[in-house]
């Protein structure tokens, strides 16, 4: 491997072996470069984890808890669940940081023919259905406030793709700058809700007659939902190959974006208890627009409305980034996908990944706009595939721990094995959620990871390298 001068990537040639796991390539070709530090890492994870859930999330909790302290406890909960599933991810990025992430790490572990369906499944399920999902939020808002007609949300969808695709073919260092703008800018609006809820005076909440009643109460179906208001910071894996002193630096990152997102979260979720109390979160399908209406007055609505935008536009951006990260480390393996596997080395970018991403997005948009609730059966379609390789890559360590003995690990999981195991079980307990709560969504995105498999016969992959 030799440094080029005249661009600053790095020229490999002949015969290597790729981090993602591929086996000798005989050509040349541009690889990742480490050109983000940890600041950018937290920015990304809290880009992509502070989303549009925490706007939709609380009133369903609230719905599901018997007290307030409860409710708060949750929150509480999920962020110390996450914190378990990241120190776990921490020692496979830092033992093995690649471009490929979860790819690489399953690879490693079971070999090229789950990888495969995990890398299909991210290509046809995953990041593209995440996206289009997000995509679906943001085009609502949009049209709310500039209506464009009964298609006007799909439109805005579409667009914000587009723009967003044509963002990271521009280049990392570009798409990382506008990520820690919007990042900042969307930190300092939750702040905003959150300063605005806690000084409103607590003894005037919302009317518990305007209040509807909730369920009977239960945890473990909050939970569901709390989990998924934290989801995201495994996408953190993605970027490992480009993060400057990976060994040191990612479990730094992931602890810090976690601490700083359950923090914001019970805030958040306080200053909604502040306002409307508990009864009034569990009638309520707009929970920071209607507590920020009482604290603020209209203005407040349109702050909220701006978070919210904000929100989800930087949950795009990355879930875009580390997508397309993904299809290009697969493509270094099986050549079927061949094309998706080139490095731009000017750009820094998979250019040809982002390209046939941003393309599958399009048409599941298009697809949303033909059902009933776009947003709804994008979640449904998602949720049981992530969950299924989230409890595989937990056990993944178990395996590459007892395999790769002296493989050199800067980080290791605190009090293993027990840390990996709680984060296993909560992975085991969400996807048989995932499947016993979302119906028909959940075998559509069951379907068509199965439909990966007929792949695997004619894919002709490279044997996996061990490094």
Same mark, same amino acid.
Not at 267 to 282: C, E, I, K, P, S
Not at 305 to 333: D, E, F, P, Q, W
């Given at each position: 491997?030799?440094? #080029?001068?005249?661009?600053?990537?790095?020229?490999?040639?002949?015969?290597?072996?790729? &981090?993602?796991? $591929?086996?000798?390539?005989?050509?040349?070709? !541009? @690889?990742?470069?480490?050109?983000?530090?940890?600041?950018?890492?937290?920015?990304?994870?809290?880009?992509?984890?502070?989303?549009?859930?925490?706007?939709?999330?609380?009133?369903?909790?609230?719905?599901?808890? &018997?007290?307030?302290?409860?409710?708060?406890?949750?929150?509480?909960?999920?962020?110390?669940?996450?914190?378990?599933?990241?120190? +776990?991810?921490?020692?496979?990025?830092?033992?093995?940081? &690649?471009?490929?992430?979860?790819?690489?790490?399953?690879?490693?572990?079971?070999?090229?023919?789950?990888?495969?369906?995990?890398?299909?499944?991210?290509?046809?399920?995953?990041?593209?259905?995440?996206?289009?999902?997000?995509?679906?939020?943001?085009?609502?808002?949009?049209?709310?406030?500039?209506?464009?007609?009964?298609?006007?949300?799909?439109?805005?969808?579409?667009?914000?793709?587009?723009?967003?695709?044509?963002?990271?073919?521009?280049?990392?260092?570009?798409?990382?700058?506008?990520?820690?703008?919007?990042?900042?800018?969307?930190?300092?609006?939750?702040?905003?809700?959150?300063?605005?809820?806690?000084?409103?005076?607590?003894?005037?909440?919302?009317?518990?007659?305007?209040?509807?009643?909730?369920?009977?109460?239960?945890?473990?179906?909050?939970?569901?939902?709390?989990?998924?208001?934290?989801?995201?910071? #495994?996408?953190? @894996?993605?970027?490992?190959?480009?993060?400057?002193?990976?060994?040191?630096?990612?479990?730094?990152?992931?602890?810090?974006?976690?601490?700083?997102?359950?923090? +914001?979260?019970?805030?958040? =979720?306080?200053?909604?208890?502040?306002?409307?109390?508990?009864?009034?979160?569990?009638? !309520?399908?707009?929970?920071?627009?209607?507590?920020?209406?009482?604290?603020?007055?209209?203005?407040?609505?349109?702050?909220?409305?701006?978070?919210?935008?904000?929100?989800?536009?930087? &949950?795009?951006?990355?879930?875009?980034?580390?997508?397309?990260?993904? =299809?290009?480390?697969?493509?270094?393996?099986?050549?079927?996908?061949?094309?998706?596997?080139?490095?731009?080395? %000017?750009? #820094?970018?998979?250019? #040809?990944?982002?390209?046939?991403?941003?393309?599958?997005?399009?048409?599941?948009?298009?697809?949303?706009?033909?059902?009933?609730?776009?947003?709804?059966?994008?979640?449904?379609?998602? @949720?049981?595939?992530?969950?299924?390789?989230?409890?595989?890559?937990?056990?993944?360590?178990?395996?590459?721990?007892?395999?790769?003995?002296?493989?050199?690990?800067?980080? %290791?999981?605190?009090?293993?094995?027990?840390?990996?195991?709680?984060?296993?079980?909560? +992975?085991?307990?969400?996807?048989?959620?995932?499947?016993?709560?979302?119906?028909?969504?959940?075998?559509?995105?069951?379907?068509?990871? $199965?439909?990966?498999?007929?792949?695997?016969? +004619?894919?002709?992959?490279?044997? @996996?390298?061990?490094?």
């Amino acid at each position: 491997m030799r440094m #080029n001068t005249r661009n600053g990537t790095y020229a490999v040639k002949t015969v290597v072996r790729e &981090s993602t796991g $591929a086996g000798p390539v005989d050509s040349t070709f !541009s @690889a990742p470069k480490p050109v983000l530090n940890s600041v950018d890492v937290v920015a990304i994870v809290i880009g992509l984890v502070i989303g549009a859930g925490i706007f939709k999330a609380p009133a369903v909790v609230a719905a599901n808890m &018997s007290s307030e302290w409860a409710f708060i406890a949750a929150w509480a909960l999920g962020g110390a669940v996450s914190l378990t599933g990241a120190l +776990c991810y921490a020692e496979l990025a830092s033992a093995y940081p &690649s471009a490929g992430g979860e790819y690489h790490f399953l690879t490693r572990a079971y070999g090229t023919r789950l990888a495969f369906l995990f890398a299909w499944s991210r290509l046809a399920v995953l990041q593209t259905g995440s996206i289009a999902l997000l995509a679906f939020v943001l085009g609502d808002y949009i049209n709310a406030i500039f209506p464009f007609g009964s298609r006007g949300a799909a439109v805005y969808a579409a667009l914000t793709v587009l723009a967003l695709t044509v963002l990271n073919i521009a280049g990392l260092r570009m798409s990382a700058a506008v990520q820690r703008t919007a990042t900042v800018l969307m930190v300092f609006g939750v702040l905003v809700i959150i300063v605005a809820g806690l000084m409103y005076p607590a003894a005037a909440p919302a009317p518990p007659s305007a209040a509807t009643p909730g369920p009977v109460p239960a945890f473990g179906l909050a939970m569901v939902f709390v989990l998924l208001t934290y989801g995201g910071w #495994n996408e953190s @894996a993605y970027v490992s190959a480009e993060l400057r002193d990976v060994k040191r630096n990612m479990a730094r990152a992931l602890v810090t974006a976690l601490a700083v997102i359950t923090l +914001c979260y019970i805030l958040v =979720n306080l200053a909604f208890l502040n306002v409307l109390g508990l009864a009034g979160m569990r009638g !309520s399908e707009v929970v920071a627009a209607e507590a920020m209406r009482i604290a603020l007055g209209d203005a407040g609505s349109a702050v909220v409305t701006v978070v919210i935008l904000l929100a989800v536009l930087t &949950s795009i951006n990355v879930t875009i980034l580390t997508g397309a990260r993904t =299809n290009y480390a697969m493509a270094r393996n099986f050549p079927l996908f061949g094309a998706l596997g080139e490095w731009d080395g %000017r750009l #820094n970018a998979p250019v #040809n990944a982002l390209v046939a991403q941003g393309a599958i997005v399009l048409l599941l948009v298009l697809v949303g706009t033909l059902s009933r609730s776009g947003f709804e059966t994008m979640v449904h379609y998602v @949720a049981p595939v992530f969950w299924l390789f989230f409890l595989l890559t937990t056990i993944s360590l178990f395996v590459l721990r007892r395999r790769e003995p002296t493989r050199a690990r800067p980080f %290791r999981v605190p009090l293993y094995p027990l840390t990996p195991l709680v984060f296993g079980a909560v +992975c085991a307990y969400m996807l048989y959620s995932s499947l016993a709560y979302t119906g028909f969504g959940a075998l559509l995105g069951v379907a068509v990871l $199965a439909a990966g498999a007929p792949l695997l016969f +004619c894919r002709q992959g490279r044997p @996996a390298t061990r490094r």
